[in-house]
């Protein structure tokens, strides 16, 4: 099955509407604030961190068995120091393709890069993909890529997917520890909704939507929330804060977690997010796993 | 491709929860009185039989399709007769008597001799949904769904998002506070992409409508109005109503918080049989329309319920024209249900144009125009709807329509 994903990374566009930070800097008008705010070591070690160590591996390991290109949009204007760990995530990640952008570019050149990894796989007819835009601090479970396998057809065409049940939590990015872990039921959350598409030799098509909480509106929707696809990172290194000072505290962001009842579990984690998973919860997972083993042998002598 | 409907046709169940919840007691005699009041069976029977069943109708045109309709054996005979004259006037409906202890297997039987006549081979995908006797689905709901209905969606759930709502005043049969509802899962037209193999029925399970989703996938597609929510006095959620009034304003209350339609003419698209007919007593002015609407050359169309022994009428209305506009730029048509055109009305013209029929001009000029119409009737003619055109360019502005009889 092939998979496009595309990761905007920090990408530097002050008259984009997509970035809780870009809107500080449109409402204080001053570019260069946005432009030290957005490529501040704090904020930018925070993402590299998480797009690299936490969410690449997780999709390295999800699309196995998969034809998989991963594109992710940099500015020109982004300091070279951060540039540097994202290049070497290109070499060793063979999805990952990195594109530069200029300010006032969109998704031009996203696409003629894609239409060179589609190129040798076309025939004829209709080449059905999914396609899916994943922010630099959202994760994507490891079965990610088979739980969207089965809706990619050719007669979903012009479909949405989303898979409505993911984990949230809050990690601590000084200590690398995720520190609060819930089950997340979310439908239509914009982390992995995907969009059934095609490529027909020439160009793409990919069914639109508007905001992605009232996708169904504009294209039809298949809904699965039967198991986990998504992590939801909350921490105090991103933007939201800016604006809401209730989750620009790490007691604000847990209080905020309060509200999800269910824990996500060590096995859960391990098996779906292993990138988050701390020595304890591989420990406990596999004892689980032993145990279930022990009590399955110990039931077939009772 | 094949549909199955089901509806529990205020089935007698001792146990119901929602008796039990709402009443507090376990008295059954009670419940039965209440089930079948002639209150409540009067408003379901008007719209499960004279709303819902003309819409599937309508809807199932080029379709296969059966309706099974559940209904108590201790239900009184004269709403029973009800159902059995529409099981004769509507082929894809089928009765079927229950008591408290029929099993499910015993309603499904009835379904699989319907499929077992057609003779099909291999597996056979079809929709199957529930219906309460109080809701509607639109016109084009099984055309929707059609392209949904394959073999690799068995399995799936089908939920179309979009609706309208709106009050229900049984008693003038009128609707009040029409409004867009979306409401994604909810229970109405939820369909279950299902299968037969000749033997057996698959219907994917699911628990709550509302975490339908947990279990199965399920297919949104929230882009046109697919199902009506009546709200009305008359129905179970208001068996605790104590001022009608509070209740009806309650409802309108709940009403406002969903949106307006932009184009109320869609209610007359996929919900016909809602068409909007407006009683009129005798010696008593109706207004049809208040409000601000540029005419246009298509018309609007307002249903009427006069008693027939009404001979005399009066249209009055109210028009705001722009200083250009020429004589003649807009009329009022009559209807009648006997469709017939040549015999003439005495102070109605008679159009060569079919769809303008019995008619007659306004006075249109300038400025703001207040007149009215006025004809005779002989004989029983009995009219049964009036609309308004544009008849020339100029953009004429409707401000208020009434009807009066005697």
């Given at each position: 099955?092939?998979?496009?994903?595309?990761t905007?990374f920090?990408?530097?566009?002050?008259q984009?509407?997509?970035w809780?930070?870009s809107?500080?800097?449109?409402l204080?008008?001053?570019k260069e604030?946005?432009?030290s705010y957005?490529?501040?070591d704090y904020?930018m070690?925070?993402?590299l961190h998480?797009?690299i160590n936490?969410?690449?591996?997780?999709l390295?390991?999800g699309?196995q068995?998969?034809?998989?290109?991963h594109?992710v949009?940099?500015?020109s204007?982004?300091?070279?120091k951060f540039?540097?760990?994202?290049k070497?995530?290109e070499?060793?990640?063979?999805?990952?393709?990195?594109?530069?952008?200029?300010e006032d570019?969109?998704?031009?050149r996203?696409w003629?890069?894609?239409?060179?990894?589609?190129r040798?796989?076309?025939k004829?007819?209709?080449?059905?993909?999914?396609?899916?835009n994943?922010?630099?601090?959202d994760l994507?479970?490891?079965?990610?890529f088979?739980?969207?396998?089965?809706?990619i057809?050719?007669?979903n065409i012009?479909s949405y997917v989303?898979l409505?049940?993911?984990?949230?939590?809050?990690?601590n990015?000084?200590?690398k520890?995720l520190e609060?872990?819930?089950l997340c039921?979310?439908?239509?959350?914009?982390?992995g909704?995907?969009?059934v598409?095609?490529f027909n030799?020439?160009g793409?098509?990919?069914?639109?939507?508007g905001s992605?909480k009232?996708?169904?509106?504009?294209a039809p929707?298949?809904?699965d929330?039967r198991?986990?696809?998504?992590?939801?990172i909350?921490s105090?290194h991103?933007?939201?804060?800016l604006?809401d000072?209730?989750?620009?505290s790490?007691?604000?962001l847990?209080?905020n977690?309060e509200?999800y009842?269910?824990q996500?579990?060590?096995?859960?984690?391990?098996s779906?997010f292993?990138s988050?998973?701390?020595?304890?919860?591989f420990?406990?997972h596999?004892c689980?796993?032993v145990?279930?083993?022990?009590?399955?042998?110990?039931?077939?002598?009772? | 491709?094949i549909?199955?409907?089901m509806?529990?046709?205020?089935?007698?169940q001792?146990?119901?929860?929602?008796?039990?919840?709402?009443?507090g007691n376990t008295?059954?005699?009670?419940y039965?009185?209440y089930?079948y009041?002639?209150?409540?069976m009067?408003?379901?029977?008007h719209?499960?039989?004279e709303?819902?069943l003309?819409q599937?109708?309508?809807?199932?045109?080029?379709f296969?399709?059966?309706?099974?309709?559940q209904?108590s054996?201790i239900m009184?005979?004269?709403?029973r007769?009800e159902l059995?004259?529409?099981?004769?006037?509507?082929?894809f409906?089928k009765?079927?008597?229950?008591?408290?202890?029929?099993r499910?297997?015993y309603?499904?039987?009835?379904?699989?001799?319907?499929?077992?006549?057609k003779?099909?081979?291999?597996q056979t995908?079809?929709g199957?949904?529930?219906?309460d006797?109080?809701?509607l689905?639109?016109t084009?709901y099984?055309e929707?769904?059609s392209?949904?209905i394959?073999?690799?969606?068995?399995?799936?759930?089908?939920s179309?998002?979009?609706?309208?709502?709106?009050?229900y005043d049984f008693?003038?049969?009128?609707?009040e506070s029409?409004r867009?509802?979306?409401?994604?899962k909810?229970?109405?037209g939820?369909m279950?992409?299902?299968s037969?193999?000749?033997n057996?029925f698959?219907i994917?399970?699911?628990g709550s409508?509302?975490t339908?989703?947990h279990?199965?996938?399920l297919?949104?597609?929230?882009?046109s109005y697919?199902?009506?929510w009546?709200?009305?006095l008359?129905?179970d959620?208001t068996l605790?109503k104590?001022?009608?009034?509070?209740?009806?304003?309650?409802?309108?209350?709940?009403l406002d918080?969903h949106?307006?339609?932009?184009?109320p003419?869609?209610?007359d698209?996929y919900?016909?049989a809602?068409?909007q007919?407006?009683v009129v007593?005798?010696?008593?002015?109706?207004?049809?329309?208040q409000?601000?609407e540029v005419?246009?050359?298509s018309?609007s169309v307002y249903g009427?319920?006069?008693p027939?022994?009404?001979?005399e009428?009066?249209?009055?209305?109210?028009l705001?024209?722009p200083?250009?506009?020429p004589?003649?730029?807009?009329?009022?048509?009559?209807r009648?249900?006997?469709n017939?055109?040549d015999?003439?009305?005495?102070?109605l013209?008679?159009?060569?144009a079919?769809?303008?029929?019995?008619?007659?001009y306004?006075?249109?000029?300038?400025g703001?125009v207040?007149?009215?119409?006025?004809?005779?009737l002989?004989g029983?003619?009995?009219?049964?709807e009036v609309a308004?055109f544009r008849?020339?360019e100029?953009?004429?502005?409707l401000?208020?329509l009434s009807?009066?009889?005697?």
């Amino acid at each position: 099955m092939i998979f496009v994903g595309v990761t905007r990374f920090s990408v530097f566009q002050p008259q984009s509407v997509e970035w809780h930070a870009s809107k500080a800097a449109n409402l204080n008008e001053k570019k260069e604030e946005y432009l030290s705010y957005l490529y501040s070591d704090y904020r930018m070690m925070f993402r590299l961190h998480v797009f690299i160590n936490l969410s690449l591996p997780i999709l390295e390991k999800g699309s196995q068995g998969h034809d998989y290109i991963h594109v992710v949009q940099y500015s020109s204007v982004m300091p070279s120091k951060f540039l540097r760990p994202l290049k070497e995530a290109e070499q060793r990640y063979k999805f990952l393709k990195l594109v530069e952008v200029s300010e006032d570019e969109r998704y031009e050149r996203v696409w003629s890069e894609v239409k060179l990894f589609f190129r040798p796989k076309f025939k004829e007819g209709k080449l059905v993909f999914g396609f899916f835009n994943l922010d630099d601090d959202d994760l994507l479970s490891v079965t990610f890529f088979n739980q969207m396998s089965r809706y990619i057809t050719e007669d979903n065409i012009g479909s949405y997917v989303s898979l409505g049940l993911g984990a949230t939590g809050y990690y601590n990015y000084d200590d690398k520890k995720l520190e609060v872990a819930k089950l997340c039921y979310n439908p239509k959350i914009n982390i992995g909704l995907l969009a059934v598409s095609y490529f027909n030799g020439d160009g793409f098509f990919i069914p639109r939507r508007g905001s992605h909480k009232l996708v169904d509106q504009e294209a039809p929707l298949i809904l699965d929330s039967r198991a986990i696809s998504f992590f939801w990172i909350r921490s105090v290194h991103q933007d939201t804060g800016l604006y809401d000072k209730k989750v620009s505290s790490s007691e604000g962001l847990k209080k905020n977690l309060e509200k999800y009842k269910r824990q996500l579990t060590a096995s859960h984690l391990v098996s779906h997010f292993p990138s988050l998973a701390s020595k304890r919860d591989f420990i406990h997972h596999f004892c689980h796993k032993v145990t279930r083993k022990v009590k399955s042998i110990f039931r077939k002598f009772l | 491709m094949i549909f199955v409907g089901m509806t529990r046709f205020s089935v007698y169940q001792p146990n119901s929860v929602e008796w039990n919840a709402s009443s507090g007691n376990t008295d059954s005699s009670e419940y039965l009185d209440y089930l079948y009041s002639d209150e409540r069976m009067e408003f379901r029977l008007h719209t499960f039989l004279e709303l819902s069943l003309p819409q599937l109708s309508e809807a199932s045109k080029g379709f296969d399709y059966i309706h099974i309709v559940q209904y108590s054996k201790i239900m009184p005979e004269k709403f029973r007769k009800e159902l059995l004259a529409a099981s004769e006037k509507f082929s894809f409906l089928k009765l079927i008597e229950v008591e408290p202890e029929t099993r499910y297997d015993y309603v499904w039987d009835e379904v699989k001799k319907y499929f077992d006549a057609k003779s099909l081979s291999g597996q056979t995908p079809f929709g199957y949904f529930n219906l309460d006797d109080d809701d509607l689905l639109s016109t084009d709901y099984f055309e929707a769904a059609s392209k949904y209905i394959r073999e690799d969606n068995v399995g799936f759930y089908l939920s179309f998002g979009l609706g309208l709502t709106g009050y229900y005043d049984f008693e003038k049969r009128k609707l009040e506070s029409l409004r867009s509802c979306y409401h994604p899962k909810i229970n109405i037209g939820l369909m279950a992409i299902s299968s037969y193999d000749g033997n057996e029925f698959f219907i994917p399970k699911r628990g709550s409508h509302t975490t339908v989703d947990h279990y199965s996938p399920l297919i949104i597609d929230s882009r046109s109005y697919k199902f009506f929510w009546i709200r009305s006095l008359q129905q179970d959620t208001t068996l605790l109503k104590t001022n009608e009034r509070e209740v009806i304003a309650k409802i309108k209350e709940d009403l406002d918080r969903h949106k307006e339609i932009a184009k109320p003419s869609e209610l007359d698209l996929y919900f016909p049989a809602l068409k909007q007919t407006s009683v009129v007593p005798p010696d008593e002015e109706v207004v049809l329309f208040q409000g601000e609407e540029v005419l246009s050359k298509s018309g609007s169309v307002y249903g009427l319920n006069i008693p027939a022994e009404a001979r005399e009428f009066r249209i009055k209305y109210n028009l705001s024209c722009p200083s250009d506009v020429p004589p003649h730029a807009a009329l009022v048509s009559v209807r009648f249900e006997d469709n017939d055109m040549d015999t003439s009305v005495s102070g109605l013209n008679i159009s060569g144009a079919k769809h303008i029929g019995y008619y007659r001009y306004f006075d249109t000029k300038p400025g703001t125009v207040e007149a009215s119409v006025s004809f005779t009737l002989e004989g029983s003619r009995k009219i049964s709807e009036v609309a308004v055109f544009r008849w020339k360019e100029s953009p004429v502005l409707l401000k208020k329509l009434s009807i009066s009889a005697k």
